[in-house]
């Protein structure tokens, strides 16, 4: 209890320096697009057919598809984002990811921890779920496992990305993210 207490007072003596964000597309939220603002029932804006439409793996990019879920759990509707998951390459480590994320903001963290890990088996260096499922350690107050994972962002050169500093500031605060 002392070494996690210590660990704790010496991450919070640092966990207040500035805050650099590195640019990429999980540094900032994702922006609305007709995903979130036009369709229901978690269907996909197709720009080409200029209408909502049932996702599917022919009709979109795996890109694509990774962007509406992403917009979609920011939006709050992850039952819909999970059935985009589904149609999704379930070997594949961001989705992989964003199924432990779904799972966590549905407050199933067991569930949401085992499809993190499963993430990290297939890419030990995902530092964003590693980063998701320190915020789920946080949440069920862990601290010495958040800590844990911040470190191993920090080993596998993550500092200053969106994944560490996020992490380090729900450490700090407690508050976790939507994106």
């Known amino acids: 209890m002392r070494l996690v207490l210590a660990s704790a007072i010496a991450f919070q003596a640092f966990a207040f320096a500035p805050i650099v ?4 597309g ?3 939220p994702p922006k ?3 995903t979130t603002k036009k369709c229901l029932f978690g269907r996909v804006y197709d720009e080409a057919a200029g209408r909502c439409v ?5 009709n979109f990019t795996d890109d694509q598809l990774y962007d509406a879920v992403r917009e979609l759990a920011y939006d709050g509707q992850f039952e819909h984002a999970q059935e985009i998951l589904r149609i999704m390459d379930q ?6 990811t964003y199924w432990g994320f779904t799972y966590r903001k549905l407050g199933e963290l067991e569930l949401a921890n085992v499809f993190y890990e499963n993430a990290i088996s297939t890419n030990p260096n995902n530092i964003l779920a590693r980063s998701y499922m320190g915020q789920g350690f946080v949440t069920e107050g862990k ?3 958040a800590i844990e994972q911040w470190r191993e962002i920090k080993a596998r050169g993550g500092e ?3 994944a560490e500093v996020s ?3 729900a450490i700090s605060t407690g508050l976790t993210y939507n994106y």
């Open 21 to 24: 964000h590195a640019a990429g």
């Open 26 to 28: 999980d540094s900032n």
């Open 160 to 162: 200053g990305t969106w």
């Open 91 to 96: 070997d594949d480590d961001r989705v992989l």
């Open 54 to 58: 049932k996702p599917n793996r022919t």
């Open 167 to 169: 992490l380090r500031e």
């Open 32 to 34: 609305p697009t007709n």
């Open 143 to 145: 601290t010495d496992q």
